[in-house]
């Protein structure tokens, strides 16, 4: 396709529909509180990507849990249009907290 895929568990191609694995992080994602807040009836946000040599994109595999507040809400993460200022004002590294939640599905046997 013309790059490399630097992480293993990024698909080189983007498909809308998540594939078995993903649905069941999906479903460990669901059973979570908000990062944000801690509220639980959570919304999974799609955690935009860098690829070498190609657009900003999306993988299910990198969602992370917030509520509807801070999803969409006035302050939330659509609201302010930032993933990152949003991240900066809850004191959030996205990073680990992907990883802590990757280890945390592994852990129960999810993915």
């Not at 649905?23 to 979570?32: H, N, S």
């Not at 990507?49 to 939330?76: E, F, L, N, Y």
């Amino acid at each position: 396709m013309g790059y490399k895929v630097i992480q293993g568990r990024i698909k080189e191609t983007y498909h809308p529909i998540p594939n078995a694995k993903e649905k069941r992080f999906e479903a460990f994602l669901d059973e979570q509180q908000c990062i944000g807040c801690g509220r639980f009836g959570i919304e999974k946000h799609h955690v935009m990507q860098s690829m070498p040599s190609k657009r900003w994109r999306r993988d299910h595999m990198c969602q992370i849990p917030v509520c509807a507040d801070c999803h969409r809400g006035k302050q939330g993460i659509h609201g302010i249009g930032s993933e990152a200022k949003w991240c900066a004002i809850n004191q959030i590294d996205i990073e680990q907290t992907m990883k802590m939640l990757w280890l945390a599905a592994m852990t129960e046997g999810a993915i």
